[in-house]
């Protein structure tokens, strides 16, 4: 497949025969061309090869990432770098040769070895870009997800190269600021830099992208104009899903204080926060038995802060956390651990056995729990990751290891649920899983979910309580990704 | 609460630490480490840093002086004239000399590695030459303590969510039991993470052997320079004097 855009100047060309790690086979006959001003959105499923095909344009795979490359890879507008990336994990963007995000974001034009006027002004630049200018003086490791997304993104807008490259970069964004992004986006564009975006939001792809590519097993399944290749119905790929819109999703009842049982999380007048910083401050709410909630809000609201105060990571400084019956509130977390259970965003963190079976049986085991194993089996089915159980857990693409956490959790049966982000990464057979994953926990007890991918939201909770700094703002509906990308 | 050293080019109080060090080493003993010491400790209370490069040297100078005493007193020369484990003064004045000489080299780096930002110092030396690659080295080597600190602080915190023991009240056994749940993500978290920071610094135009420019470059004005040729002057002459010293006693001698 060759694409168009060759009458104008290309900021890429690439021919791919095979790219391999070890061996294995990641990519296939890929002919891709992107042309100055325009944008071309990825789409596939997970392990389809996108990421491969991020890293291979960028020409970031054969130097720092070992992988055979057979074709060519050609950046005809040059530059130095030839293409910034933007990682999945933003985490992943800090060099640490800063200690500040302005310095962090000015690494890339003082390794280009700009004068200190330029390097400032394409900082102040990238960082207006990126929404991220009043994070200026922050130290990036103490900022969350989302601030880090957008410092991630200032990282690579300051290089000002033709090709910019960005694998998932809004997973962590809250809505509004997707859509600001967005509009970042389109504003590059116009001015005349060539993007690659790979995405799973296929909203975004649909509202950014000029044509996209569906890749499926490392091949080109399908490629076009977005909505002809993301919203066919049935879609191209059923482990993608297909487009959603206003107009084809299905209208719901949201079930805001009905249908509910008794309380099963009781919050009142709750405060924490990390040091001097107040997050938390007197807030309260209640969840019923059997309810699965959404906790939404933008970055930085104090979302994961009560999910962690809930589980006794952070000390509540006020108030008092009960679970069905139990006061918990001075309970320690390994003792809380038997009827609260949390899932980080990174699920690198936790897993460290030799098969996926063993990670997922640790929690019950531990705790002590029922029959570790049979429970084990049990959630890892649910999850999808039934007849994967002997693979290490390291061999797993980072979608999957985010179920293998979700798994074991689920198995040491706790009685309150929390997620944060599961969905990130995660295709539509994935995010069907984790459906699955909270309507088993709605059976046991109760969930949250702390989530910005709101059309997830409406599908799997039951309404959203939107957090906004450190208070319960809204109980009810929200707007839809739809809503905000339509906008434009 | 910013360290007075701050104002400064770390060039400069780095320059002042070296000389500092080599004049305890070659000046007379024990006067001239004390009198380092005493500058050194000085200069890190004026610049409002003063406990913890206090707290570093005591840390290693007083272990090391007991430890030195002790050996004295515990193997004492066949032809010394006071009982084992009783220390003897010239054992006593060595002690305190080398001890003090530690102190001295403690406590003028201590000003240095407590008051001087690692990100700081490296951007200056990398202003005088130094290649990206060692700079780098020197801010990775000082960030990999709290680096891994924060990472298993993360590694514990998702290991006790799903039911691990951690802190007071629990017994050997319990620790034993959770070491491969905390020990296995800190492992594999470091390898993963030094692949992940070669990655960024490739896709940030990092070249190891390429001279970076800064976006706050570190001014070196001439009263600093001044002063640097100073510290250096004044650092000669003391090793010329004791080289003098050390060849007179030498013709007297023969």
């Known amino acids: 497949m060759s694409d168009a855009g060759t009458a104008r100047q290309l900021a890429l060309s690439m021919r791919i025969r095979v790219i391999a790690y070890d061996g294995r086979v990641a990519l296939r006959d890929v002919a891709l061309d992107i042309a100055r001003g325009e944008i071309v959105g990825v789409a596939g499923h997970v392990g389809a090869g996108k990421s491969t095909l991020a890293l291979a344009a960028a020409g970031l795979l054969g130097r720092s990432l070992p992988a055979s490359i057979d074709g060519t890879i050609a950046h005809p507008l040059g530059g130095r770098p030839p293409a910034a990336f933007v990682f999945a994990n933003p985490s992943t963007q800090l060099t640490e040769l800063g200690e500040t995000v302005e310095e962090e974001v000015a690494v890339g034009p003082e390794n280009q070895a700009l004068p200190s006027s330029e390097i400032r002004a394409r900082v102040d630049r990238a960082l207006a870009l990126a929404d991220a200018a009043r994070l200026a003086q922050r130290v990036p490791r103490e900022l969350s997800g989302g601030e880090l997304q957008r410092v991630a993104l200032a990282s690579a807008l300051a290089l000002d190269a033709p090709l910019l490259v960005l694998d998932e970069p809004t997973a ?15 504003s590059l564009r116009d001015s005349g830099v060539a993007i690659l975006i790979v995405e799973q939001n296929l909203e975004l792809l649909a509202a950014l992208a000029d044509r996209v590519l569906l890749l499926a097993g490392g091949a080109v399944l399908a490629t076009g104009a977005p909505r002809d290749v993301l919203g066919r119905s049935p879609p191209l790929d059923p482990r993608l899903g297909t487009l959603r819109s206003v107009a084809n999703t299905p209208t ?8 509910a049982g008794d309380a099963l999380l009781r919050v009142d007048d709750l405060s924490a926060g990390y040091g ?12 019923g038995a059997g309810e ?29 956390i009960g679970v069905g019956h139990v006061d918990v509130t001075d309970l320690p977390v390994h003792e809380r651990a038997r009827v609260v259970g949390l899932v980080f965003q990174d699920p690198r963190r936790q897993l460290f056995s030799r098969t996926v079976l063993e990670e997922a049986i640790f929690g019950p085991r531990t705790l002590v729990v029922g029959h570790a194993e049979a429970q084990a089996r049990e959630a890892l ?55 699955a994953a909270l309507e088993l926990q709605r059976f046991r007890g109760a969930a949250a979910v ?25 109980i009810g509906r929200n707007s839809r990704e739809t809503d905000f990308f339509d906008r434009e | 609460m910013t360290c007075g050293l701050a104002r400064w ?8 630490a070296i000389a500092m060090v080599l004049v305890a080493f070659v000046g007379p003993q024990p006067w001239t480490p004390a009198a380092v010491l005493a500058t050194a400790l000085a200069i890190a209370f004026a610049s409002r840093i003063g406990w913890k490069v206090s707290a570093l040297t005591a840390l290693v100078v007083v272990p090391t002086f007991v430890l030195l005493v002790l050996l004295d007193a515990a193997f004492p020369d066949a032809a010394a004239e006071h009982a084992r484990w009783i220390p003897s003064r010239a054992g006593t004045v060595d002690a305190l000399a080398i001890s003090l000489r530690l102190g001295a080299a403690i406590a003028a780096l201590g000003v240095i590695v407590v008051g001087v930002a690692p990100r700081r110092l490296t951007r200056a030396l990398a202003a005088r030459g130094l290649p990206s690659w060692a700079a780098y080295l020197v801010i990775a080597s000082l960030e990999a303590v709290p680096d891994a600190r924060r990472r298993a602080d993360d590694v514990i915190d998702a290991q006790r969510c799903r039911g691990v023991a951690m802190g007071k009240g629990t017994g050997v056994r319990g620790r034993l039991r959770a070491l491969p749940a905390l020990a296995g993500p800190l492992i594999v978290g470091l390898v993963t993470e030094s692949e992940e920071r070669a990655l960024a610094l490739d896709a940030r135009a990092f070249e190891p052997r390429a001279k970076r420019t800064a976006l706050e470059p570190i001014a070196d004005p001439a009263s600093e320079r001044r002063a640097r040729r100073v510290i250096w002057l004044a650092l000669a002459g003391v090793i010329a004097w004791r080289l003098w010293e050390f060849a007179h006693s030498l013709t007297i001698a023969t």
Do not use: Y
């Open chain 1, 292 to 320: 699965v909630v959404a906790w939404v809000g933008k970055n930085g609201a104090g979302k994961s802060t009560l999910a962690r105060t809930i589980m006794g990571l952070v000390p509540a400084r006020a108030g008092r």
């Open chain 1, 252 to 259: 719901k009842e949201w079930r805001v204080g009905k249908e």
């Open chain 1, 381 to 435: 089915d649910v999850v999808g990751l039934g007849g994967r159980e002997r693979e290490h857990p390291g061999d797993l693409a980072p979608p999957l290891q985010r179920r293998l956490a979700i798994a074991s959790a689920l198995a040491s049966r706790p009685k309150f649920l929390m997620l944060d982000e599961p969905t990130a990464g995660q295709d539509a057979e994935g995010r069907s899983f984790i459906r």
């Open chain 2, 9 to 16: 080019n770390p060039i400069t109080p780095l320059a002042g």
């Open chain 1, 450 to 474: 702390i989530t910005h991918d709101l059309n997830f939201a409406q599908d799997a909770c039951d309404h959203n309580v939107t957090i906004d700094r450190g208070h319960v703002s809204n």
């Open chain 1, 172 to 186: 962590q964004l809250d809505p509004e600021a997707a859509a600001d992004f967005a509009r970042a986006l389109r």
């Open chain 1, 276 to 287: 001097a910083r107040v997050v938390l401050e007197h807030l309260s709410l209640t969840i």
